[in-house]
């Protein structure tokens, strides 16, 4: 079974300091790993993912995440952040044999002006 | 990225008609589409898997007599919610995977609101 932890209902942060939204997973073998975004009233759109290879993955509107394997952990971080990064933030795993992927609750990001 | 179109954006409708939602992935051809559903500050809840070609896979709790999945082509596939409660007033989002299957790119959502 593949399950995703997202700690924190919410994340408060000024803007221009850096932010983290923090994503644990549990998977049977290696995960597939990934972050979305959710603004209100749309769907989901992707900001990264974390296949293989270096565990800083860089993605969409200057956003990165940090693969590591020790603490099963994938936070998604921003070095500063804009009033408009406040969304809903979703993480979520997936085995290498499913394509069905486990999202996790969501975290609300609110970025105070 | 690869995208995924939903019609319509937002419906209301009276309670006991059906309504019907589309899913359309428009620069790529998709075997598989997902359905969810999700709840005011919830997270996803997938509803079923849409498989083009055959039926359609439901997950546990859902009604498969309430919620007909269509996958007509490989570019679309349907939801239609039948005889329709205000209880399945919700925000219902389809996805769907690239060739690779490595990620799954989503609809915009359809905002149902049932009277």
């Known amino acids: 079974a593949q399950s995703v932890a997202q700690p924190e209902d919410q994340v408060n942060v000024a803007e221009g300091n850096p932010l983290t939204v923090k994503c644990t997973y549990s998977v049977s073998g290696n995960p597939y790993l990934f972050w979305y975004v959710q603004y209100p009233n749309r769907g989901l759109q992707f900001l990264l993912k974390y296949i293989t290879g270096d565990n800083l993955v860089k993605g969409s509107y200057g956003f990165e995440a940090e693969f590591n394997k020790s603490q099963t952990s994938f936070h998604l971080k921003k070095p500063s952040a804009l009033v408009s990064d406040s969304a809903l933030y979703f993480c979520?795993?997936?085995?290498?044999?499913?394509?069905?992927?486990?999202f996790g609750r969501g975290t609300s990001l609110i970025v105070h002006p | 990225g690869a995208v995924v179109s939903q019609h319509p954006s937002w419906v209301i409708c009276k309670s006991g008609t059906s309504v019907k939602i589309e899913c359309r992935s428009l620069d790529f051809q998709a075997t598989t589409m997902f359905w969810y559903r999700q709840f005011p500050k919830q997270s996803l809840m997938l509803m079923a898997t849409?498989?083009?070609?055959?039926?359609?896979?439901?997950e546990q709790g859902v009604e498969k007599d309430k919620f007909l999945i269509n996958h007509a082509s490989l570019t679309l596939s349907t939801l239609t919610v039948t005889s329709a409660h205000p209880e399945d007033s919700s925000f219902y989002i389809c996805s769907a995977p690239t060739s690779d299957q490595e990620t799954q790119y989503f609809g915009p959502g359809t905002r149902l609101l049932v009277l």
């Open positions: 849409s498989n083009e070609g055959s039926k359609a896979t439901y």
């Open positions: 979520a795993v997936r085995d290498r044999r499913s394509y069905i992927p486990t």
